[in-house]
């Protein structure tokens, strides 16, 4: 019987101090350029497709669609060991960048490419991790 990730604080440094407390709020970020207007995920200091330092950051809708994933079955670094069977994908945000997460709330065979889920988050202590769920 698999149980849920135990999820640690995660390390956070300058760059991406304001994405992890907009987690804490329960808010998933991206970051747009100003000067391009491509948005990016994970948080920089500059715009990663034109080195502009004049990103912004937004509050992402949390919806998006499994790109493609994994079930992991086996795992024997804690805290993942007691959580397999579990799923790792990547989730296509609605407003564009892609994300390594969890999908949770589903059993792991029933996750599909292409699948509408919907952001969650599980509180860390200091901060909170995204994952996802079906929507
Ligand atoms: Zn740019």
């Known amino acids: 019987m698999s149980s849920e990730i135990e999820y640690k604080d995660p390390v956070v440094d300058w760059e991406t101090r304001a994405y992890w407390e907009a987690c804490a709020r329960h808010e998933l970020t991206v970051q747009r350029c100003g000067a391009c207007g491509k948005v990016q995920h994970r948080p920089r200091a500059i715009c990663a497709s034109c080195l502009s330092g004049e990103v912004e950051t937004l509050v992402a809708s949390g919806r998006g669609t499994v790109h493609t994933f994994t079930i992991v079955r086996q795992n024997q670094v ?12 990547y989730v296509d945000l609605e407003e564009g960048p892609r994300l390594l997460t969890n999908i949770v709330d589903c059993e792991p065979d029933s996750v599909a490419v292409g699948m509408p889920v919907q952001v969650e ?3 860390t202590g200091e901060f909170a991790v995204p994952r996802f769920r079906p929507a």
Not at 78 to 89: G, I
């Open 78 to 89: 804690p805290p993942f060991a007691s959580a397999c069977p579990y799923v790792l994908a």
């Open 121 to 123: 988050f599980v509180d």
